[in-house]
């Protein structure tokens, strides 16, 4: 297993302790679990989701790893994936924020985009 596979089961792991804690805490308080909760539980199914959607290739590893007659081809399949996205009607690229998975304060990012994930989920939800 390598180690993203690791992190996601470990992130998987951690996920179910925390809805297995509120199905134990409905049934010790013999009470419904409350709207929030059930949101919280149904939203993190539905869209926090951690899983490989993205390709990214740092510029230096391109230029350095590929020859320039394939660099031009990728430059090529870029520019064909924007002018498609434009067709589209979507903005030509998104710009992102990378996070190695690495690093010590990975697991505080995630959470960070967990909770702002969230509060857009629930501003949607009420327009």
């Known amino acids: ?35 929030a909760e059930k949101e919280k539980i149904e939203f993190e199914k539905e869209f926090i989701k951690f899983e490989d ?19 031009y081809h990728l430059r090529l399949m870029l520019l064909k994936i924007m002018n498609g996205r434009v067709k589209d009607g979507k903005p030509r690229s998104n710009d992102y924020i990378v996070c190695n998975q690495d690093e010590a304060y990975a697991k505080e990012v995630w959470e960070i985009i967990k909770h702002g994930e969230a509060i857009k989920h629930m501003n949607l939800k009420q327009t």
């Open 1 to 35: 297993m390598n180690e993203q596979d690791r992190r996601f089961d470990e992130f998987l792991s951690i996920h179910e302790r925390e809805l297995e804690a509120i199905k134990v805490l409905k049934e010790l308080t013999n009470q419904p679990i409350v709207n």
């Open 53 to 71: 959607k993205y390709v990214m290739i740092k510029i230096e590893d391109i230029k350095k790893y590929i020859p320039e007659e394939l660099q």
